[in-house]
């Protein structure tokens, strides 16, 4: 189906405004159906499942929303503080202490891929606005981070950059993509028009055009030529004067996804590689005094955009130089390899650079070698698989933590270099309808109750549950529980000024607590 004209997506958009602000207190429910792998919610241009904001609770209220694999998404339940409870709930006790705290919430997030703007424009207007209020509105899970890529991806249709052809010393060559004013800008701007908060979006460059580039290609094992070094941060703030032209601005740019892809032949897809050296060269002597020296100074750049396997030693590199360190406001980090590296490394990073912020900027699920299955219709393992990594990543420190892809097609692509994955949402463009996965609820639990602001609190943990508390700028304060077995779990939760709760949680689920 051909791309749908940019003001179909923005007249709809205002003319549905104000239903996103009257709508009812009560929910839709999931309209499921069952795959290979687990249940789905099947959303389409008439009818799609949403949870309304949870309203402010009187003192001692509190309301639980649950996920699981039997089949619960966001089931809403509720019940009051008592002062003590009897012997059933004792032994497994979570007490809340909301006076020690820890990191500042950023927000969550996904990411504005050309795939992403081919499966949405595919589908017919109301069902694209079905899936984007899916992700941004307020009786979405309120998505409040975009990541943008400069120039094209493994996720894109066809090999680019916006300077493809050599037009130093001005770049005078450069210019946007169709693909932005097709796909990305129309997409941004109508998730913009639907959120309440503001949607903070992250800049990150796969590639230099191949001529910067010591490979003269996309991908492969290349680095930016040293001749190019101040052509490639002029790259830089040329896309951003072409978003702001658009009215779209940034809140922070990467200095380039996994640059370990263009040192390491594993891939074949857009990359470039840096050396630790050459790395502190380009943001100290380069992006930085450009950027900073720009009227687009308050854009924070985070560097790092790998796998934390590179932590802490590659930051300690640049973090040596002088004139590079006082240019990075944070450091990116992307959850592939996680399970080769322990979380408790990002403790590491906070100690010796606590003044950074942490973000996980990429995760996606079906991309390993072994993952035959790419996409995995209803598939709860890779629910809990995301649910365990958020809450280890939010209690060392990460303020934000962003997915890949925000839908994929069926196969999980388009992608030029076959590079098909899984993603929260699936779009199955010959019915018009979209499948929410439990991946989706998964990050939902964090993204819609942890808002911007936040600040984590301590908790002290069980050995049955896992969990991550909170505490929100209007004062309420929310709890996310994980229960990976195979059975109910009986969990008590104390908190010095309202009382205590016991809760049977319910086997294999995700549940977000919020009281006032």
Not at 37 to 51: E, F, L, M
Request: charge should be neutral; glycine fraction near 8%.
């Amino acid at each position: 189906m051909a791309a749908q004209p940019k003001w179909i997506l923005s007249m709809v958009a205002i003319m549905t405004m104000t239903g996103l602000t009257d709508a009812a207190t009560a929910a839709d429910d999931c309209l499921p159906r069952k795959f290979a792998y687990g249940t789905v919610c099947v959303c389409n241009s008439t009818y799609c499942d949403r949870t309304p904001e949870p309203e402010t609770l009187s003192a001692g209220k509190y309301a639980l929303y649950t996920s699981s694999n039997a089949g619960s998404r966001m089931r809403r339940s509720s019940g009051s503080f008592v002062p003590s409870l009897d012997s059933q709930w004792s032994g497994d006790e979570i007490d809340v202490d909301a006076t020690t705290t820890y990191q500042t919430i950023h927000g969550f997030g996904g990411a504005f891929t050309d795939s992403v703007g081919i499966n949405v424009m595919a589908l017919s207007p109301n069902t694209q606005l079905n899936l984007l209020k899916s992700y941004f509105a307020d009786d979405g899970i309120k998505y409040n981070i975009g990541r943008v890529p400069i120039g094209g991806t493994d996720f894109s249709t066809r090999k680019y950059t916006y300077a493809d052809s050599k037009g130093i010393p001005d770049l005078n060559n450069f210019d946007l993509a169709p693909e932005d004013a097709e796909y990305k800008i129309p997409l941004i701007k109508t998730a913009m028009s639907m959120a309440s908060d503001e949607i903070k979006l992250i800049g990150s460059a796969w590639s230099a055009p191949p001529w910067m580039k010591t490979n003269n290609d996309y991908s492969g094992i290349g680095f930016l030529k040293p001749a190019f070094m101040e052509t490639w941060a002029e790259y830089h703030l040329k896309f951003l004067d072409a978003y702001s032209k658009q009215n779209l601005t940034f809140w922070a740019l990467t200095t380039g996804n996994e640059p370990l892809n263009g040192i390491v032949p594993v891939n074949r897809f857009n990359s470039m590689g840096w050396t630790p050296m050459s790395h502190r060269e380009w943001i100290g002597r380069h992006m930085g005094p450009r950027l900073r020296g720009s009227e687009y100074n308050r854009t924070l750049l985070f560097a790092i955009d790998d796998q934390r396997i590179v932590l802490p030693w590659w930051m300690k590199m640049l973090m040596s130089d002088e004139q590079c360190a006082k240019y990075i406001d944070g450091i990116a980090v992307h959850w592939y390899l996680d399970f080769i590296v322990p979380v408790k490394v990002l403790n590491e990073v906070h100690k010796n650079f606590g003044d950074k912020i942490i973000m996980n900027t990429e995760a996606s699920q079906g991309d390993k070698p072994w993952d035959f299955v790419k996409v995995q219709l209803g598939s709860w393992t890779r629910a809990e698989n995301y649910a365990n990594n958020i809450i280890d990543d939010l209690n060392h420190w990460v303020q934000g933590w962003v997915e890949w892809n925000l839908a994929l097609d069926m196969t999980g692509g388009p992608t030029w270099v076959s590079n098909f994955i899984d993603s929260p949402i699936i779009v199955d463009k010959t019915k018009d309808e979209f499948y929410k996965q439990p991946m989706f609820y998964a990050i939902g639990h964090f993204s819609k109750f942890i808002s911007r602001g936040s600040t984590r609190i301590k908790l002290t943990q069980t050995s049955v549950v896992k969990s991550v508390g909170f505490k929100r700028p209007d004062g309420a304060v929310v709890i996310v529980l994980y229960n990976r077995r195979n059975k109910p779990v009986n969990i008590s939760i104390k908190d010095p000024q309202r009382g205590v709760i016991g809760l049977s949680v319910q086997k294999q689920s995700i549940n977000t607590l919020i009281f006032w």
